[in-house]
T-cell receptor, first 113, second 114 residues
Framework: EAQVTQNPRYLITVTGKKLTVTCSQN?????MSWYRQDPGLGLRQIYY???????DKGDVPEGYKVSRKEKRNFPLILESPSPNQTSLYFC????????????FGQGTRLTVV | AQSVTQPDIHITVSEGASLELRCNYS??????LFWYVQSPGQGLQLLLK??????LVQGIKGFEAEFKRSQSSFNLRKPSVHWSDAAEYFC????????????FGKGTTLSVSS
């Protein structure tokens, strides 16, 4: 089954404790991205990757890091989480071509206390 | 700058009534347009998309949307709403050449009353 898998689904952590949210897709997609969803703000792109070893900032990259060492994986790293990073996070993947669509993971609800 | 506006934050519709959710976009080139639905506690599911061609597109679950270039709109419609349609709906525009960098509207929450 084609899917984007995020882990964990739920996470509560403390300020400053480094964490990683994993994202894996099994569709051989070139393009992967991370979004955060906040009430009243919709989804905003954090980082994206056009292919292995190619990453770039989205609209709200501050406080986040990503890496793309393998095509299927695109982890989101919070080196020093802060309460304003409490949010619902989605990973998405798609083919890098016209007339395509993005497939989303189930989301990771992160709470930073 | 590219943007998507969903003017209605929250809409309540009676079960069986028709529905229209509004979406306006700002994008310089030919837009790739999408509607996604998010049920409570779930991820995003693609309802329909527009890339080119027929401006009236059909999607899943009985939804359709009409692209109107002159009005920069891509409104979502359904002739008869079911209680299971209660969810949050997001309009998005693909902001790069491949349409993969999505810019989302802030969403419209649909409530269905019996």
């Amino acid at each position: 089954e084609a899917q984007v898998t995020q882990n964990p689904r739920y996470l509560i952590t403390v300020t400053g404790k480094k964490l990683t949210v994993t994202c894996s897709q099994n569709m051989n997609h070139e393009y992967m991205s991370w979004y955060r969803q906040d009430p009243g703000l919709g989804l905003r792109q954090i980082y994206y990757s056009m292919n292995v070893e190619v990453t770039d900032k989205g609209d709200v990259p501050e406080g986040y890091k990503v890496s793309r060492k393998e095509k299927r994986n695109f982890p989101l790293i919070l080196e020093s989480p802060s309460p304003n990073q409490t949010s619902l996070y989605f990973c998405a993947s798609s083919m890098r071509k016209r007339n395509t669509e993005a497939f989303f993971g189930q989301g990771t609800r992160l709470t930073v206390v | 700058a590219q943007s998507v506006t969903q003017p209605d934050i929250h809409i309540t519709v009676s079960e069986g009534a028709s529905l229209e959710l509004r979406c306006n976009y700002s994008y310089g080139a030919t837009p790739y347009l999408f509607w996604y639905v998010q049920s409570p506690g779930q991820g995003l599911q693609l309802l329909l998309k527009y890339f080119s061609g027929d401006t009236l597109v059909q999607g899943i679950k009985g939804f359709e949307a009409e692209f109107k270039r002159s009005q920069s709109s891509f409104n979502l419609r359904k002739p008869s709403v079911h209680w299971s349609d209660a969810a949050e709906y997001f309009c998005a525009v693909g902001a790069n050449q491949a349409g993969t960098a999505l810019i989302f509207g802030k969403g419209t929450t649909l409530s269905v009353s019996s």
